[in-house]
């Protein structure tokens, strides 16, 4: 059974930065294109950025391009979301997520694994 942890959620001011880890386990983690997505309070879920099973290539959310970066290590099973600049509308619950086959979509339909998530709050 495939199962993603995040880890290094917190409180920070705006402008901070934050370093999210996923650790994947139960699978392949090699030939999986992973992603973010979050969800805030009284919103939908959205989507963050992703990244494909090589890392070569990163996709992301137009609010977060230039602040955030998505990297992996397939030696460690582990995706990381780098969030710079932070802005008080980045506050939500994080969600790491894993699709089973390759290319980008944006879809949360479209990822087969789900973390529970960690919580990123940022004060003004």
């Known amino acids: 059974q495939v199962q993603l942890v995040e880890s290094g959620g917190g409180l920070v001011q705006a402008g901070d930065s934050l370093r999210l880890s996923c650790t994947v386990s139960?699978?392949?983690?090699?030939?999986?294109?992973m992603g973010w997505f979050r969800q805030a309070p009284g919103k939908e879920r959205e989507f963050v950025g992703a990244?494909?099973?090589?890392?070569?290539?990163?996709f992301y959310k137009a609010s977060v391009k230039g602040r955030f970066i998505i990297s992996r290590d397939n030696a460690k099973n582990t995706v990381y979301l780098q969030m710079n600049n932070l802005r008080p509308e980045d506050t939500a619950v994080y969600h790491c997520?894993?699709?089973?086959?390759?290319?980008?979509?944006?879809?949360?339909?479209?990822?087969?694994?789900w973390g529970l998530g960690t919580q990123v709050t940022v004060s003004s």
């Open positions: 139960g699978g392949t983690f090699s030939v999986y294109f």
């Open positions: 990244i494909n099973w090589s890392g070569g290539r990163t």
């Open positions: 997520v894993a699709r089973a086959g390759d290319g980008y979509t944006s879809s949360p339909s479209d990822y087969d694994y």
